[in-house]
T-cell receptor
């Protein structure tokens, strides 16, 4: 079975631009979560979606938004990019909210 | 803020030795999960232990959980060079829906 997939793998943007990251969960998983991992730190929770509804939001500004589609795939959008948004963005899927989360390989975003 | 805090921050051992790392957390949890991350890529799920469990094994991994002390430990026995990675604990709060990660333990296994 395919694992969690994310696209693109790498991305370079300039300050002020907008970016969309995509995630496809493991087949049968209905929950998708997004995390930001800055170099040298642990992942920080951004959003969780379950059955296409937002179920949790971390301490991130409104420039960050997400959605989940009927096929349970998800997009993370970041507007007005800042240098500090440079990080590895990880998507994780799980059967339900409290089950094990399985992570994708991540999208490395560099903002210049 | 990070719920889980790993100790030590870094660990260097010889192949064949055991590696032990600890995780402390602050609030009541539903479960605690351990992950491995190689070279800043995706996290690999290692083991999940629920709040009503005290110990779990998976291959060369042994995880303990002490809810009275709000702490967990991960033991890797007979380490291999391929175990070189960063290890993170993550907690799911009792009434929560998000994983909260610690800062990780960087393990180097020398051949």
């Amino acid at each position: 079975d395919a694992g969690v997939t994310q696209s693109p793998t790498h991305l370079i943007k300039t300050r002020g631009q907008h970016v969309t990251l995509r995630c496809s969960p493991i087949s049968g998983h209905k929950s998708v979560s997004w995390y930001q991992q800055v170099l040298g730190q642990g992942p920080q929770f951004i959003f969780q979606y379950y059955e296409k509804e937002e179920r949790g939001r971390g301490n991130f500004p409104d420039r960050f938004s997400a959605r989940q589609f009927p096929n349970y795939s998800s997009e993370l959008n970041v507007n007005a990019l800042l240098l500090g948004d440079s990080a590895l963005y990880l998507c994780a899927s799980s059967l339900t909210i409290t089950y094990e989360q399985y992570f994708g390989p991540g999208t490395r975003l560099t903002v210049t | 803020s990070q719920q889980g805090e790993e100790d030590p921050q870094a660990l260097s051992i010889q192949e064949g030795e055991n590696a032990t790392m600890n995780c402390s957390y602050k609030t009541s949890i539903n479960n605690l999960q351990w992950y491995r991350q190689n070279s800043g890529r995706g996290l690999v799920h290692l083991i999940l232990i629920r709040s009503n469990e005290r110990e779990k094994h998976s291959g060369r991994l042994r995880v303990t959980l002490d809810t009275s002390k709000k702490s967990s430990s991960l033991l890797i026995t007979a380490s291999r060079a391929a175990d070189t990675a960063s290890y993170f604990c993550a907690t799911l709060k009792a009434a929560g829906n998000k994983l909260t990660f610690g800062g990780g333990t960087r393990v180097l296994v020398k051949p």
